[in-house]
């Protein structure tokens, strides 16, 4: 584990830990051919690699044995902390082989850093921006076989802290595992770029102010989970939730933020107000399309708005966006009391052009005129 983050032509090298772990082979990887087997066409989040990173915490002895160990079930005690309140966060982030088979991360910094937000949140202890990367780095550098190439494959990275303390008291738990595991997935739209239709729910909210709506927790989905029960009722894919104060507000879907492309070319997303997640994917976008041109507003964006949009054309474009499926055009917005369809079935040139420049340079075939790129071997 020699290699350094020091890489030709970036310009954000930063310090990682990756040299501090200790790598403990398992003693069960997966040989070539059933390996081969296994990334032939995986499920998403279905599929695993032989390893994981990790690293534990106490109150006493701080963030300490970095190792990369065997991808294996977790000794856990019923009474741990996360099973009774979930504590816990989490994050997403992708792995991208190039053509010349380098492979690379896409702004890890960003996700480091709102990992040590969410913690924060959750009472979590905060992990240096060194370890996240050195943990990533670690497990995909031991697993690199792993990251598929071709298409829009990559190794999607799950780092994630959870409250391993055995107590049932109510309080911060004094003891945290960090873990990082990884799992191969094709592209996510297998037969090309297909939009979705959205329910946009009117009777529950995921996050309110003061919760826990910009952290990245466990607790935010298992709230979304009913609400995207009654999208798929609807013969609707995902839900989109509007704020909990006025209730007349789009906020974002249960793990993606939202855009809206007007006619006239603008282009808006809601501002991040303390319940919304602030996406790696959305700051990428809004600084594309800025400097595409577009009209880029962080406001407010109400249902009435979008539905009077949709319907005398001024909304020509609605999207969501988040790292496992990059851009996902929309096509339908329906409710309890509308169900309205996006111009041209939701397939308008801003979001496709959107996505294509994020994914040239994720996969390498566009200039990383930003430094968003992190080589990882
Ligand atoms: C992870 C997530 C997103 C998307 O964030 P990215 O960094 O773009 O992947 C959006 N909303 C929620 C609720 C999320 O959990």
Known sequence: MSTTAQTPGTATSRASAVDAFEVRPSDTARTDAERAALMEA?????????????????????????????????????????????????????????????????????????????????????????????????????????????GETSLYLRPFMYASETFLGVRPSREVEFLVIASPVGPYFASGVKPVSIWVVQGYHRAGPGGTGFAKCGGNYAASLLPQQEAYAHGCEQVCFLDAVTNSELEELGGMNVFVVGADGSVATPPLNGSILEGVTRSS???????????????????????????????????ACGTAAVVTPIGRLASDDFDLTVADGGTGPVTASVRAQLTDIQYGRAEDRHGWMHRLL
């Open 285 to 319: 976008i809004l600084t594309l399309l800025g400097e595409a041109g577009h009209d880029v507003q962080e406001r407010p964006i109400t249902l009435a708005e979008v539905r009077s949009g949709l319907q005398d054309g001024s909304i020509a474009e609605v999207f």
């Open 42 to 150: 995986p499920v998403f989040g279905t599929v695993f690699t032989d390893h994981m990173a990790r690293i534990s915490w106490s109150v006493e002895q701080g963030w300490h044995d970095r190792r990369v160990e065997k991808h294996a079930p977790l000794q856990i005690n019923p009474a741990a902390a996360v099973l009774h309140y979930g504590q816990e966060v989490f994050e997403g982030l992708k792995a991208y082989r190039h053509d010349d088979g380098s492979v690379w991360t896409f702004r890890p910094w960003a996700n480091a850093a709102r990992m040590a937000t969410s913690a924060h949140r959750l009472a979590l202890p905060e992990l240096s921006e060194a370890d996240f990367l050195g943990a990533v780095e670690a497990v995909v550098r031991t697993d690199v076989a792993w990251v598929p190439s071709g």
